[in-house]
């Protein structure tokens, strides 16, 4: 059987992901930011594991990808780190929504330079998922999210995809230190909003 290039790349960030967390005796999700961000440095910190990682780097860069490639590799090893250890924010926005938001935004706005935030943008599945369907590269990225992993996850899958994402780890209901925005996205995560004085200002 023919692999495609996502599998390819998630089985390789997969093998990569599973010897970093026996190592560590890690989560999925940790073991895999790790990964990601090895990746992108084209380091391994884990020198004990070093011989088994290399090869794997070495397979991840010897593949003839695109950016859209490496976000849905990346959304499998996500998918499947969340599943094995499920939280109320660790959600990752369906591809059918990435799809729609992403053709209305690159509908809107055509071949013109824009810039974006994603209030929530947890891992950055939809932000750089809009970002591969936009008919331009001139466009000022924002994302915005609380929790620490995701926001290195973030980091890492924008990376990974060369895409140029100005992050904030902080409360997206909390003023935000960026500029006004051409378009706002996001899939709000389901769960408790603990700040209930920052709730009511906003309410």
Same mark, same amino acid.
């Given at each position: 059987m023919q692999t495609t290039t996502v599998s390819e790349l998630f089985t390789i960030?997969?093998?990569?992901?599973?010897?970093?967390?026996?190592?560590?005796? $890690?989560d999925y999700l940790t073991?895999?930011?790790?990964?990601?961000?090895?990746?992108?440095q084209d380091e391994i910190k884990a020198e004990t594991i070093a011989d088994k990682l290399k090869p794997l780097y070495e397979r #991840?860069?010897?593949?003839?990808?695109?950016?859209?490639?490496?976000?849905? $590799?990346?959304?499998?090893?996500?998918?499947?780190?969340?599943?094995?250890s499920p939280q109320p924010n660790h959600e990752l926005t369906p591809d059918t929504l990435v799809l729609l938001m992403g053709h209305m935004v690159a509908m809107l706005a055509g071949k013109k330079p824009f810039s974006i935030l994603d209030p929530a943008v947890g891992a950055a599945n939809?932000?750089?998922g809009i970002m *591969? =369907?936009?008919a331009t590269d001139e466009i000022q990225a924002f994302g915005v999210d609380a929790d620490p992993l995701l926001i290195?996850?973030?980091?890492? *899958?924008? *990376?990974? =995809? =060369?895409?140029? +994402? =100005?992050? #904030?780890?902080?409360?997206?209901?909390? %003023?935000?230190?960026?500029?006004?925005?051409?378009? +706002?996205?996001?899939?709000?995560?389901?769960? +408790?909003? %603990?700040?209930?004085?920052?709730?009511?200002?906003?309410?």
């Amino acid at each position: 059987m023919q692999t495609t290039t996502v599998s390819e790349l998630f089985t390789i960030i997969d093998q990569a992901t599973l010897y970093t967390k026996k190592e560590r005796k $890690s989560d999925y999700l940790t073991a895999l930011c790790e990964t990601a961000e090895g990746l992108v440095q084209d380091e391994i910190k884990a020198e004990t594991i070093a011989d088994k990682l290399k090869p794997l780097y070495e397979r #991840f860069y010897s593949q003839k990808m695109t950016a859209e490639d490496v976000r849905r $590799s990346l959304q499998l090893a996500l998918l499947k780190g969340m599943k094995a250890s499920p939280q109320p924010n660790h959600e990752l926005t369906p591809d059918t929504l990435v799809l729609l938001m992403g053709h209305m935004v690159a509908m809107l706005a055509g071949k013109k330079p824009f810039s974006i935030l994603d209030p929530a943008v947890g891992a950055a599945n939809l932000l750089t998922g809009i970002m *591969n =369907q936009s008919a331009t590269d001139e466009i000022q990225a924002f994302g915005v999210d609380a929790d620490p992993l995701l926001i290195r996850l973030a980091a890492a *899958n924008a *990376n990974l =995809q =060369q895409k140029a +994402v =100005q992050l #904030f780890h902080q409360d997206g209901l909390k %003023p935000i230190l960026a500029d006004p925005v051409d378009y +706002v996205v996001c899939d709000l995560p389901i769960g +408790v909003y %603990p700040d209930q004085e920052t709730a009511k200002i906003i309410v």
